[in-house]
């Protein structure tokens, strides 16, 4: 067992944390017998009791059993950020189903790849993404859509300003199995006896992986109660604690740290259907939010709203994240305003969140944490699998009770994600690393994107955080670029800061590297872009950057 981070371990925090024996619905039932006129949710100044909560919850399970959906089926959910998307997980779990969250970007031919992976009868979506579900119906085993308009949840006047998918007014389903949201609430079907316990499957994130198409990692109520409690616990979050809930309920920190953390203390979500900076700190003011579970690139747009001062943002006490590191200069101007240190933690789909956390009495700044409560992670040689040493790069691996029971339907490539050590089965994360001799683990790249450069390894997040240091980078994407010599060369995608377009040349940025870095790691070949394309989780998707370049690289080759 790993125990070097021991030594800065909170004193005030156990090292063990026993996971409760119940299914995740039942902490909902345990926060409305406990808080019944508590609020729940704020949507956009609309507060939502626990009570509310729970008997919506229990009339959208009875809808679904009457649907014929059973124990263990698979139900596809697929909108945004709302109080519907809580209604509709809590009553997928209710049902003794299996909740898979679907990223509310993907269209109709990446919603064939889940409806035929997951097997699923029916979905539960956004008005506005009806027209990709709606074609689908009889793909697969589809047969039913339960549409929702998150604007029947807006029920008091507010100023603030609403996302368009907000203000649209309901419409009723035109299309085969469509059904209208209220219809199903209305309908007065009450639910069986719940059934199911800690060891049933309980939700399926996808993963995006490095190759191929998505899989879903199997989660049992267990493993996911585990990282709902283990964040609780970390963060010393209670039943007065407001969570402002900004990031996509569908990935796994949104899903947990913003929706079921809040609902296992009976604790209140306020909930953002579109990222907002300026709502964001109206609400933070407005509804006395205390806990704030983001992305880095969040923040970095957060505090860099010069307007931001204005607000009163005295009641946060606690903001963190990961996705990426945390820029020193926005952590400092985070520190300046609030008093607070950005906590960065680090975990996967596979992991249904967090595995590594900073302790909040020493954080460390661009650092994945130390392992959590019963995690013990390793890092080992890529080539011989052994273990490393304090401060030697190598493959992250990590066993703890929030990982996951594999992939779904794909035995083999579960098969490949685990490796034993020391008579333990360790996932095996595929990102590069190492910790220093305090236990603290840093990142240092995914194990598919290093560049080989003339046999050097690249790690472009290495290039990428000292590129940071430049004052006229706002942000950078570092990617392989094919060489006839070195196999394969560092390029730079560069964002400039605004009014430095002109003032500097991609020539300059180069010069700048190569006298930063080493030779082998420095970008041959800078571009100035205007924008980096992200996820919708504020994730740099730097995989669609290397395509593109390597598409060009194809041409060229043709053309000569």
């Known amino acids: 067992m790993f125990t070097r981070h021991h030594a800065v371990w909170p004193e005030e925090l156990p090292k063990h944390l026993t996971v409760p024996e119940t299914s995740l619905f039942v902490n909902l039932e345990i926060a409305a017998r406990r808080f019944p006129d508590k609020t729940a949710i704020v949507y956009y100044d609309t507060l939502i009791t626990y009570t509310e909560l729970l008997r919506e919850v229990e009339a959208l399970a009875g809808y679904l059993q009457h649907l014929g959906v059973a124990k263990g089926d698979r139900v596809l959910l697929y909108m945004q950020n709302s109080p519907q998307f809580t209604i509709a997980y809590y009553a997928i779990l209710r049902a003794d189903a299996v909740v898979i969250p679907v990223n509310p970007m993907n269209h109709s031919a990446e919603l064939e790849h889940y409806l035929h992976d997951t097997g699923a009868s029916v979905c539960l979506c956004g008005q506005e993404l009806t027209g990709f579900i709606a074609p689908l119906v009889g793909t697969a085993q589809l047969r039913h859509v339960i549409v929702a308009a998150y604007s029947e949840y807006v029920r008091k006047p507010t100023d603030l300003a609403l996302p368009a998918e907000v203000q649209a007014a309901p419409s009723t389903p035109d299309f085969a199995g469509g059904i209208a949201w209220r219809d199903t609430l ?120 010069p307007d931001l001062e204005r607000y009163d943002l005295s009641s946060l006490v606690s903001v963190g994240g990961g996705g990426a590191a945390m820029p020193k ?11 607070l240190r950005y906590i960065e933690g680090y975990g996967l789909s596979e992991t249904i969140a967090a595995t590594h956390i900073n302790p909040v009495p020493r954080p460390k700044a661009q650092c994945l944490g130390i392992p959590v409560f019963d995690v013990d992670s390793r890092v080992i040689d890529l080539t011989t699998q052994q273990e490393l040493g304090p401060n030697e790069v190598g493959e992250i691996i990590s066993r703890g009770p929030q990982l996951f029971q594999g992939y779904w339907n794909r035995p083999e490539e579960t098969e490949r994600a685990f490796i034993e050590l020391d008579g333990q089965r360790f996932f095996r994360t595929g990102d590069m690393g190492y910790y220093d001799e305090e236990g603290y683990f840093f990142l240092v790249d995914r194990v ?111 053309e000569a």
Not at 255 to 279: C, E, F, H, L
């Open 186 to 305: 209305d309908a007065g079907h009450a639910p069986g006896p719940h059934t199911a316990g800690p060891d049933d499957l309980c939700v399926f994130p996808y993963s995006s992986g490095t190759t191929g198409a998505p899989k879903g990692c199997m989660h049992t109520h267990r493993s996911a109660m585990a990282t709902i409690i283990h964040r609780v616990v970390w963060t010393n979050s209670t039943s007065e604690s407001v969570i402002l809930a900004t990031l996509p309920y569908f990935h796994v920190t949104g899903m947990q740290g913003a929706m079921s953390g809040p609902i296992y203390n009976g604790g209140t979500a306020v909930i953002m259907t579109r990222w907002d900076r300026k709502v964001a700190a109206q609400l933070i003011e407005r509804h006395n939010v205390t806990g704030w579970v983001n992305i880095a690139t969040m923040a970095i747009d957060f505090l860099s709203d």
């Open 448 to 558: 598919k994107r290093m560049i080989n450069a003339s046999g050097f390894k690249v790690w472009p997040s290495e290039v990428e955080s000292l590129m940071y240091r430049h004052p006229a980078i706002q942000e950078c994407c570092v990617i392989s670029c094919p060489d006839p010599k070195r196999g394969e060369t560092v390029k730079a995608c560069v964002v400039l800061r605004d009014g430095q377009a002109g003032q500097v040349s991609e020539q300059d940025i180069i010069d700048w590297c190569k006298a930063e870095m080493a030779a082998y790691k420095a970008p041959v070949y800078v571009e100035f872009v205007t924008s980096l394309p992200r996820s919708s989780t504020g994730k740099l998707m730097w995989r669609a950057l290397q395509e593109e370049e390597n598409r060009k690289h194809v041409g060229n080759t043709q």
């Open 329 to 339: 200069a926005v952590e400092e101007k985070l520190h300046r305003l609030t008093g």
